[in-house]
């Protein structure tokens, strides 16, 4: 997992807009991250740079240049999950869970889902 770049925080929002629906223009990318943020084209083209020089995307040059990630979102997610677990709670999931359900930070539905869970994997 250590091959997968860094996203930084705002960048997310242009892999998102890849994850969801690749190849994308970069007009295209340019509306979707648009329509979520009030950033300006250059500043999405310019976030798009940084994640083609990171290897996060890939770019095929065709009548218009086409733009596809190169990372899946699962090993982004994990690897963004690990590194926030290491850094906040010592690497530890129960530190996590405890300090949720000890601020009353899960609802009922949350809590129910997550002892399904864990019975889950209990019968397995």
Do not use: C
Not at 29 to 43: E, L, M, P, Y
């Amino acid at each position: 997992m250590s091959n997968i770049p860094k996203i930084g925080e705002s960048e997310w929002y242009v892999m998102k807009a890849l994850w969801e629906n690749a190849p994308l223009s970069g007009g295209e990318i340019v509306k979707a991250v648009g329509a979520r943020t009030d950033w300006s084209q250059s500043t999405i083209l310019t976030m798009l740079r940084r994640l083609v020089k990171k290897g996060a995307v890939g770019v095929d040059q065709q009548s218009v240049m086409m733009y596809t990630p190169l990372v899946q979102e699962s090993d982004v997610v994990r690897r963004e999950t690990d590194m926030f677990l290491g850094r906040v709670y010592e690497g530890s999931v129960n530190m996590l869970v405890k300090g949720y359900i000890e601020n009353g930070d899960l609802s009922a539905h949350e809590l129910q889902a997550l002892k399904k869970m864990l019975d889950d994997m209990d019968e397995k």
